[in-house]
């Protein structure tokens, strides 16, 4: 009787083994999803970009995707809340869908989540979830506010010399978000104010070179890019470094010359 019982155990235990086997092993058709990467981080306004490699033997199907903020759902996500995109077929059954997004001003130290749902030909399906980390990016900072020029020091002359004129002390500068601006020059403008236009301004990649481009009010093709490092940048201060060639004047061609710039109030 015992043996009878061991031996009723022992079939038990192959039975549930198999069992086990054959539900660990699932379905070899079942599509199988890779994010790379699945956390992305960078600044507003930029843009980052992710590739979602597939392996789908059923053939290829659809991606759709949704974003969450704060674990909400984005009902303005492509218009009506989802995005369907067919991904590339790269070799047998393999496929890949490269993802891109542009980082947004109100995204600023939120929770953002892209969720990538594949459903292959027949119906099965796999899903991914990309992370989104957004930090307030020097351009955004730039635009949020107006500015106002509190100093031009003039500082490759010794003793360094302040070049801001009276007729400067109230001009505001507002640089937008569509990398236009304009300047007003408020009660006190100098003589030449107004006969230029101010086209575009731009920030670059790495933040450390500011440009803005104007041209002549009696000639547009006179076009004149002022080119500007940027020494120190952050919502209180903005401070600008400019090369000037004042050789005409019997000076350097690299004369130094740094704006300081504080919100307006």
Known sequence: MRSYSFILAICLLGIFTLSSCEKD???????????????????????????????????????TMYKTVNLQKDNSFGGTGTITA????????????HFSYQLQDDEVDQLVGVNFRFEDSKGLAAE???????????????????WVLKSRMWTSVAPAVEDMKDCEKDNIFTWRSDSTYTVN????ACTFDGFNVFESWELS????????????????????TETYTVRSLSSERLVLEQLIDLTIFGLTDKEVFISTFEPAP
């Open 25 to 63: 092993k699932g379905n070899p058709n079942q599509p199988v999803l890779k994010l790379s990467p699945d956390n992305v981080n960078g600044k507003s306004g930029r843009t980052v970009e992710a590739t979602l490699s597939i392996y789908a033997p059923n053939g290829a199907g659809t991606v």
């Open 128 to 146: 991914k979830d990309l992370t989104v980390y957004t930090t307030t990016s020097g351009q955004q900072t730039i635009y949020s506010r107006r």
């Open 205 to 224: 990649e790495d933040e450390k070179t500011f440009t803005q481009v104007y041209s002549s009010l009696f000639d547009p093709s006179n076009r004149t």
């Open 185 to 188: 020059f408020g009660s006190e």
């Open 86 to 97: 067919q991904p590339v077929n790269v070799g047998e059954d393999n496929y890949e869908y």
